[in-house]
């Protein structure tokens, strides 16, 4: 069955673009240019994933994405936020404390967008099949299953990657991991035609910060090679 995918862009030439080549690339695409109408649409047509631009009129693309994410009751769906003007480090990180399971620049690669997507799609599928054991370290609880952290019993507000990108590193503790074995494995990006280390830079920015100082202290990059957890 094709995954369906909602549309969000204020500009209707970009949203037809789009719309025909998620379309002629198996997605069953439902589309608007209004953000108010998107939010309804999110709740009642369910899509398996929300694409929209950051910059709109009303409702901007950071305040769905936040909207999107409190649905109660819902099993939780990714969204990716896109933007051709919100494009400084702030802006991104924004995006992903929102909650943004990718954050990209337009003007956009369909090739590259599509395969980002799959890929969004093919970790939240694999998330829900997750029944490991909840880990404990440093103060942290760490529940795969819930995909949760607590720090010193007190939730920590991570987006997905950012679970993802903690889980790897625990995983794979006091081994250096290198800049492009982590876009292939946490994000699915083959890295032969992305490999832009910004991307893990971001994320690993934002997740010391939400894990405070002392936790913080432990993810240690090494010049030139990658990041570690030790």
């Known amino acids: ?93 924004s995006g992903y404390d929102g909650g943004a399971d990718e954050y990209l620049l337009k003007p956009l690669s369909f090739p590259v967008l599509v395969a980002i997507i799959n890929a969004v799609l093919r970790r939240y599928s694999a998330c829900a099949q997750d029944n490991s054991a909840r880990v404990s370290t440093l103060g942290m609880v760490i529940d795969p299953a819930a995909r949760t952290v607590l720090v010193d019993s007190k939730p920590a507000p991570l987006t997905r990657k950012e679970f993802d990108l903690l889980a790897l590193l625990l995983e794979k503790e006091n081994r250096v991991l290198s800049v492009p074995y982590i876009l292939e494995t946490v994000w699915g990006y083959d890295t032969a035609s992305y490999n832009d280390p910004h991307t893990v830079e971001v994320h690993i920015y934002s997740l010391r910060k939400k894990l405070g100082p002392a936790i913080a202290a432990h993810i240690v990059s090494v010049m030139g090679h990658g990041y570690k957890f030790e």
């Open 1 to 93: 069955m094709s995954k369906k995918i909602l549309l969000v862009d204020d500009e209707r030439h970009v949203l037809e673009v789009m719309r025909c080549y998620l379309e002629n690339h198996g997605f069953n695409v439902i589309f608007t240019d209004s953000s108010s109408e998107a939010l309804l649409l999110a709740r009642e047509a369910r899509p398996d994933l929300v694409l929209t631009d950051a910059d709109m009129p009303g409702l901007d693309g950071f305040g769905l994405c936040k909207a999107v994410k409190s649905l109660a009751g819902r099993t939780p769906v990714p969204v990716i936020i896109m933007s051709g003007r919100k494009t400084s480090d702030g802006d991104i990180i």
